[in-house]
T-cell receptor
Framework: DAKTTQPPSMDCAEGRAANLPCNHS???????VYWYRQIHSQGPQYIIH???NNETNEMASLIITEDRKSSTLILPHATLRDTAVYYC?????????????FGKGTLLTVNP | ETGVTQTPRHLVMGMTNKKSLKCEQH?????MYWYKQSAKKPLELMFV???????ENNSVPSRFSPECPNSSHLFLHLHTLQPEDSALYLC????????????????FGAGSRLTVL
């Protein structure tokens, strides 16, 4: 996997946008960036993924820099239920998840 | 039921017991995984099964024995565990073999919390 670096923790006020950064400077040209999150003591949940272009779905937006060395996950209106550990992952693009590894992620705390 | 279901959700066992964790996926996926998550540690991939064949075994001690009887079911048989094996065990599934589409998404179950006394 391309090594990813995330801040260990972040805080966000409820209702505001949460912007979670991720550095992946060693990413290869065909490696996607995936984001998952894990709410306390639950299984991780897929959020979004992207290759080059910015992506948006019902959960979040993913902004990838032009050089692909970093990305930002945006939760546009954070709620208390968004408090979780967020994982940024750039696995080798083998067409499988056999080498998918999770790091320590960023603990996002949404405060009332 | 939908998604990935794990049972039991909580398990307490002694070091001499034999128990099993069960995982069932209702997504029609062809690959299943076991992950271990110890307190304050990242998820560790233990086993991967694709089309019911084991394709990955990340140096897991033999006291953990996986079984995949079909593409929808995955078991983790436990015997003579140690207290340090206490952790959250997570099952996941995905649809593999789609080439380099980038859409290889894992769907996780809620996990089985294991405590070894």
């Amino acid at each position: 996997d391309a090594k990813t670096t995330q801040p260990p923790s972040m805080d966000c006020a409820e209702g505001r946008a949460a912007n979670l950064p991720c550095n992946h400077s060693t990413i290869s040209g065909n490696e996607y960036v995936y984001w998952y999150r894990q709410i306390h003591s639950q299984g991780p949940q897929y959020i979004i993924h992207g290759l080059k272009n910015n992506e948006t779905n019902e959960m979040a937006s993913l902004i990838i820099t032009e050089d692909r060395k970093s990305s930002t996950l945006i939760l546009p209106h954070a709620t208390l239920r968004d408090t979780a550990v967020y994982y940024c992952i750039a696995p080798p693009n083998l067409g499988s998840n056999y080498k998918l590894t999770f790091g320590k992620g960023t603990l996002l705390t949404v405060n009332p | 039921e939908t998604g990935v279901t794990q049972t039991p959700r909580h398990l307490v066992m002694g070091m001499t017991n034999k128990k099993s964790l069960k995982c069932e996926q209702h997504l029609g996926h062809n690959a299943m995984y076991w992950y271990k998550q110890s307190a304050k540690k990242p998820l560790e991939l233990m086993f991967v099964y694709s089309l019911e064949e084991r394709v990955e075994n990340n140096s897991v001690p033999s006291r953990f024995s996986p079984e995949c009887p079909n593409s929808s079911h995955l078991f983790l048989h436990l015997h003579t565990l140690q207290p340090e094996d206490s952790a959250l065990y997570l099952c996941a599934s995905s649809q593999e073999g789609g080439g380099n589409s980038g859409a290889n998404v894992l769907t996780f179950g809620a996990g089985s919390r294991l405590t070894v006394l």
